[in-house]
């Protein structure tokens, strides 16, 4: 087991639930006016992009490195009827990569806190993207206001012209649909208030 599916499953591992089980806003406010088709889902967690989608029509590719999230994924879509739409797959996204090319290709929040060469990660995404298919990322544009002292000292936030310039895509291929920082009103782990800023990247290949 490499460093960082150790570090991921310990993550996993420590409450039988991480994360809210909602959709990231973001992405449903894009998918809602597309025509569903195959979607791949980057460091899907415990699954609830991946089964949105499939709620929504969508065939999903989710990955993650964390089999414990996974399994907890795999779960839930079997729970809701959902578990021929959504393809559950194990891959460290700094070594492998899933086949196939994809409609929409969504990478909500892919931080680490292990070493990983996002650039060509998401350059890899990109390449997956269909022929009029859309890429997504959506990043954190600032460590939101509990987070530890130690973790906003040492992460770095790439403003979102940043990260597309990072990418050196063809510019003839792809279009600027949304690159912006966008705030929104959001809960901290202990019911805190607080207005955070996503950085919000979609490009679409013409």
């Not at 979607?39 to 590719?61: F, N, Q, S």
């Not at 990955?63 to 414990?68: A, E, G, K, L, P």
């Not at 729970?79 to 990478?107: K, M, N, Q, W, Y």
Request: proline share 4%; charged share 25%; with cysteine.
């Amino acid at each position: 087991m490499s460093e960082a599916q150790q570090v991921w499953e310990a993550h996993y591992g420590e409450r039988d639930r991480v994360w809210s089980g909602r959709v990231n806003v973001r992405l449903a406010e894009l998918v809602e006016s597309m025509t569903p088709g195959r979607a791949l889902d980057l460091g899907c967690g415990e699954g609830a992009d991946a089964i949105w989608l499939a709620e929504h029509g969508w065939r999903v590719t989710a990955v993650d490195i964390s089999q414990t999230a996974l399994d907890r994924a795999a779960a839930d879509a079997a729970a809701r009827g959902l578990a021929d739409r959504i393809d559950f797959r194990r891959h460290d996204l700094d070594a492998t990569f899933p086949d196939g090319v994809f409609e929409l290709v969504s990478a909500q929040f892919l931080h680490s806190t292990v070493p990983l060469d996002r650039a060509r990660l998401l350059r890899r995404a990109a390449d997956a993207v269909a022929p009029g298919g859309t890429l997504m990322v959506v990043d954190h544009g600032a460590a939101p206001p509990w987070a530890s002292k130690l973790d906003q000292h040492h992460h770095e936030f790439p403003t979102a012209d940043e990260v597309v310039a990072s990418l050196n895509l063809d510019e003839s291929q792809w279009a600027r649909v949304r690159v912006a920082a966008v705030e929104r009103d959001a809960l901290g782990p202990a019911g805190q208030r607080a207005v955070l800023t996503d950085n919000v990247m979609i490009l679409r290949r013409r």
